[in-house]
Nanobody, 111 residues
Framework: QVQLVESGGGLVQPGGSLRLSCAASGSIISFRAMNWYRQAPGKQRELVATITNVRTTSYADSVKGRFTISRENAKNTVYLQMNSLTPEDTAVYYC?????WGQGTQVTVFS
């Protein structure tokens, strides 16, 4: 069973950047589609980005052109590069594949 651990969240000013990492263990993820979700206070969890096993990517409209999902199979890790952050990006960000979820990492964008 795969376990996922996110890292890289933090506090950043509007316009800033962060790179989130999702390290997987217990299973090789190279054949899996991997997702990043986020959940802001009082809101439903939403899908932010997906990368398939053949590296096809897709994004929520709200982050297109600003966020980039990538994977490094040799490290069993998935990344989310987030640029031009706004306060609306403030949320807990979760890594997901199948039924497996990480514990989340907090991203706070403040001025």
């Amino acid at each position: 069973q795969v376990q996922l651990v996110e890292s890289g969240g933090g506090l950043v000013q509007p316009g800033g950047s962060l790179r989130l990492s999702c390290a997987a263990s217990g299973s090789i993820i190279s054949f899996r589609a991997m997702n990043w979700y986020r959940q802001a206070p009082g809101k439903q969890r939403e899908l932010v980005a997906t990368i398939t096993n053949v590296r096809t990517t897709s994004y929520a409209d709200s982050v297109k052109g600003r966020f980039t999902i990538s994977r490094e199979n040799a490290k069993n890790t998935v990344y989310l590069q987030m640029n031009s952050l706004t306060p609306e990006d403030t949320a807990v960000y979760y890594c997901n594949t199948g039924m497996a979820w990480g514990q989340g990492t907090q991203v706070t964008v403040f001025s």
